[in-house]
């Protein structure tokens, strides 16, 4: 169980290696021992656990500046993090730190690396690639159209409306569980109408290859789907991404780890960061499980813990650490 200290000032020392002094950045004398650890560590699998208030946006944009440094071509690495804003951020300061070529990273969300992956290999699933993306908006305008078609929208007994049915549907595709299940377990008092509810996602399923079209959902499954079963697309994107970085790993979903463990299995150069006791968007299929048994899944998994509190008061870590060395795992 990690254990925060609370630390002011940064981690400082004087002497360098000749290997350090020949970089732009003087990483040792800018990071602490743990952050500096995380960074300059570059081949194979890592796991970082950083807490709030730890650094973990500064470690990642010192390890892109440091990767770049190295030598490694900017448009190798891939910076998945959990917002498009989060993405532009970290590449933004490390441009800082270093130059522009910071600025040649690829960097954003699963759904936009997604979306660009898709836009080339689509035809290879059966759809176009000018697809068009549907927002919830939209999904759950079709998903009604196709109630009413299949006359659901008449029956005397109780039915889900569209937002309840398209959450139903997004939950199943996130969590890999059938949608029977996701309403046999969360959805109870739908129970009755199971049959019509798995009716009507089979119809939206078809409905949207027919009039190429996807939804958020889609564009995490169907790049899963793309290299689980296209060989030469998963070693084409392996070679181009030869070093990936996934940032707040703890609010990942089951696909979305898939797609990570089927980019870097490969070349194994994959590093998550994030926290394993805060996990709060279950509601989205997140699980935390991916955190946990990531050393699990890729052998040789180095493990670098960021301790050190740069944000929170003294007794606000203590009671945090109480709450945590409460915690079962």
Do not use: W
């Amino acid at each position: 169980m990690k254990k925060y200290t609370l630390k002011k000032s940064t981690f400082k020392e004087d002497s360098a290696t000749e290997e350090h002094r020949r970089l732009t950045i003087d990483y040792k004398n800018q990071l602490n021992p743990a952050q500096y650890e995380a960074v300059t560590s570059v081949n194979g699998p890592h796991l970082i656990v950083a807490g709030a208030g730890t650094g973990k946006t500064r470690t990642i944009t010192y390890r892109v500046a440091y990767l770049v440094e190295l030598g490694v071509r900017p448009e190798a690495i891939l910076l998945l993090t959990f917002t498009r804003r989060a993405a532009q951020e970290m590449l933004r300061r490390a441009s800082i730190l270093l130059d522009a070529r910071c600025e040649g990273v690829s960097g954003g969300t699963f759904h936009s690396f997604a979306n660009t992956v898709l836009r080339q290999y689509a035809p290879l699933l059966g759809f176009n690639s000018s697809f068009t993306i549907l927002d919830q908006g939209d999904a759950e305008d079709v998903v009604n159209l196709l109630r009413t078609q299949l006359k659901l929208d008449t029956k005397e007994k109780r039915f889900p409306r569209k937002q309840t049915l398209f959450d139903i549907f997004s939950r199943a595709v996130n969590t890999l569980v059938p949608v029977a299940d996701i309403v046999k377990e969360e959805y109870a008092h739908y129970e009755d109408s199971v049959d019509d509810i798995v009716k009507l996602q089979s119809a939206y399923e078809r409905y949207k290859a027919t009039h190429n079209l996807m939804d958020y959902d889609d564009l995490l499954l169907h790049l899963r789907k793309l290299l689980r079963d296209v060989t030469a697309v998963r070693k084409t994107l392996a070679a181009r991404f030869t070093y990936i970085m996934v940032d707040e790993y703890q609010d990942t979903n089951r696909i979305q780890a898939e797609i990570v463990a089927l980019l870097a299995g490969a070349h194994g150069n994959i590093m998550v960061v994030g926290d394993d006791a805060q996990s709060i968007y279950s509601f989205r299929g997140a699980t935390v499980r991916n955190i946990l048994d990531f050393p699990e899944q890729f052998s040789g998994c180095r493990i670098i813990t960021l301790e050190e509190n740069y944000r929170s008061t003294q007794p606000i870590l203590n009671l945090t650490n109480e709450i945590l060395r409460r915690g079962r795992e």
